[in-house]
């Protein structure tokens, strides 16, 4: 195939990837979310780092299970593809809810993610993926646990 | 063609027809917003069904003509292409305006869009939106009617 | 090249540009800033004109220097390529924050950017940007000067 079409199609399937990470959350499909990365994927936080998917989907269940919705919208994303590996930057707003929360029902985070992944052949894998903070806004005991 | 390209055409293609469905409804441009659409097309939402191109033109004004301003912010677009018909998923954030209204002058309300497409001799056309809502925030005066 | 291919990829490329404004914006790299636009570029805003990359980046970081953070969050792109020149629509969402600010620390702006771009020996680059508000809401005084 074409070089240049390839370098399309892999930057249009790093972004449904991302974009169904986001999924995943906002549905708490966490089958769906282990889909998202590599056997063994590394997540860095503004608050530490998790090593492995089992960790990865604890953390993101103890963020949201207990809210009654969340969204997590992307925008802004670029994607540099190097053969079978490549790396992305996109902007998240994610949007957290939880009627009945102390102090008002919302708190948005949000920041940016930068990953590395890895072609696979079940596809495109977020094998280290770090998360920034920009900004927050809102009710902090929304997510509070 | 290759079918590799066709594919990452159409998906582009829907991607731009879901962001005119957005500018056409903060133009006001009603004319614009026909065009999004099949001959039949159906609009489901969380407070029922519309049948119809007049009747989703006749909400998207009962909705829309009363305000200053309105902003449907979309991202994360997944579409899957199957010959002539598509589906895809987005997210919309909505923010509307109206100036003077008691109690606040912006609501957001924050969901996805969950479409069945067809191309026809003019396009890409939606013959099918789901709209469901995830949160809504601020003052829901400004969107009474 | 196929003209389909090459059309996608001047898409693909302005969309990468339009995000590469607001992380340069948001990282405060008035180098990067630069790089998005021509020699002679104009920026039309709500309160007047801007001539020249100088005053562009003066502006910007008139507005940008003084915050702890941005984020201008775009999405809605749509581009159309004519040869070697290109018009493209995108939605931006901008929160500006600065803690202690009295009454608050965020104040969003949110909008349109439409441009004309250029398809230059170093890639495409912006010869006009014309930004509209949509809407604003939050603690006007964080972006005061």
Same mark, same amino acid.
């Given at each position: 195939?074409?070089?240049?079409?390839?370098?399309?199609?892999?930057?249009?399937?790093?972004?449904?990837?991302?974009?169904?990470y986001?999924?995943?959350?906002?549905r708490?499909?966490?089958?769906?979310?282990?889909?998202?990365?590599?056997d063994?994927?590394?997540?860095?936080?503004?608050g530490?780092?998790v090593d492995? %998917?089992?960790?990865? @989907? *604890?953390?993101?269940?103890?963020?949201?299970?207990?809210?009654?919705?969340? =969204? &997590? /919208?992307?925008?802004? %994303?670029?994607?540099? @593809? *190097?053969?079978?590996?490549?790396q992305?930057?996109?902007?998240?707003?994610? =949007? &957290? /809810?939880r009627a009945?929360a102390?102090?008002?029902?919302?708190?948005?985070?949000?920041?940016?993610y930068t990953?590395r992944l890895?072609?696979?052949?079940?596809?495109?894998?977020i094998?280290?993926?770090v998360?920034?903070?920009?900004?927050?806004?809102?009710?902090?005991?929304v997510?509070?646990?």
């Amino acid at each position: 195939m074409d070089t240049a079409l390839a370098e399309l199609i892999a930057k249009q399937e790093i972004a449904d990837l991302c974009a169904n990470y986001a999924y995943a959350l906002d549905r708490k499909d966490w089958a769906a979310l282990r889909e998202c990365f590599t056997d063994a994927p590394v997540f860095l936080h503004p608050g530490g780092r998790v090593d492995g %998917i089992d960790g990865i @989907v *604890d953390r993101a269940r103890g963020a949201l299970d207990a809210l009654d919705a969340s =969204q &997590h /919208l992307l925008g802004n %994303i670029v994607v540099e @593809v *190097d053969g079978d590996t490549a790396q992305s930057v996109c902007y998240f707003q994610a =949007q &957290h /809810l939880r009627a009945g929360a102390l102090g008002g029902d919302t708190y948005i985070i949000a920041g940016s993610y930068t990953d590395r992944l890895v072609r696979t052949p079940q596809g495109w894998r977020i094998s280290e993926r770090v998360q920034d903070y920009l900004w927050r806004d809102g009710n902090r005991a929304v997510v509070a646990r």
